[in-house]
């Protein structure tokens, strides 16, 4: 079984890459978003040029990328999950908050899939390792290809945990879905075969209920960038 499980909204009950342009980017930020809303630019252009009006000093930027709160509940999912599955953040977010945040926790290691954020004189750099040329979408971070990639043929239960547009893709293909958000209203729409959700602590009631037995081997991250950005 591999849990597939998105960090902005979900892991982090707050959406950190729009906090972060809340903080430090300029206004403009806000219409680029409604063009990628509207359809008009891909998820990959709405970040890249959002990334690119934050400004502020490389420790003021660091400080609130590591401040990011987790749901209370999901260090205990973690330690239990990982029995018996392997997991994996997969998020169309950045990469340098979501590893720092799980370095405070004391679970088990997962492997990280997202846009990687550099740092530059003034402001935030982005790349996509990540990114598919199939995807339909046009994500930052394919999660179907991810998905794919760490299955890696051998045919294993999916289960998405997610609450946005960055999940719609992989949530058809998904074996079992735990939605809230935008995520959950899409379900409901597409008549997607969901579990709705509020918090880890509601996922973690569910999986307690399954008799699985435990896996054997630890999941390790992919070692090479799915496609070139």
Wanted: charged share 25%; net charge negative.
């Amino acid at each position: 079984m591999l849990f597939i499980i998105d960090f902005d909204g979900t892991v982090a009950p707050t959406d950190t890459v729009d906090a972060l342009l809340e903080r430090f980017a300029d206004p403009e930020w806000r219409r680029i978003e409604e063009q990628w809303v509207n359809g008009q630019i891909n998820s990959r252009e709405c970040m890249a040029s959002q990334i690119a009006l934050v400004s502020a000093d490389r420790p003021v930027l660091e400080d609130f990328l590591k401040s990011v709160a987790i749901d209370p509940a999901f260090p205990s999912f973690v330690r239990f999950a990982s029995t018996f599955a392997e997991l994996a953040i997969v998020s169309d977010g950045l990469d340098y908050p979501i590893r720092q945040a799980l370095q405070k926790l004391d679970i088990p290691p997962i492997p990280v899939y997202a846009n990687r954020l550099g740092f530059r004189p003034g402001g935030l750099d982005i790349s996509f390792p990540y990114t598919d040329a199939t995807c339909a979408v046009k994500s930052g971070v394919c999660k179907c290809a991810v998905s794919r990639a760490v299955d890696a043929g051998r045919g294993l239960t999916t289960v998405l945990i997610g609450d946005g547009r960055s999940d719609q893709c992989i949530a058809r293909e998904a074996s079992y879905v735990f939605a809230k958000g935008s995520l959950l209203r899409f379900c409901r729409e597409e008549n997607i075969d969901h579990i709705a959700f509020d918090s880890f602590a509601d996922v973690l009631a569910v999986i307690r209920g399954w008799n699985i037995q435990p896996r054997e081997m630890p999941l390790k991250e992919l070692e090479c960038p799915l496609a070139a950005p």
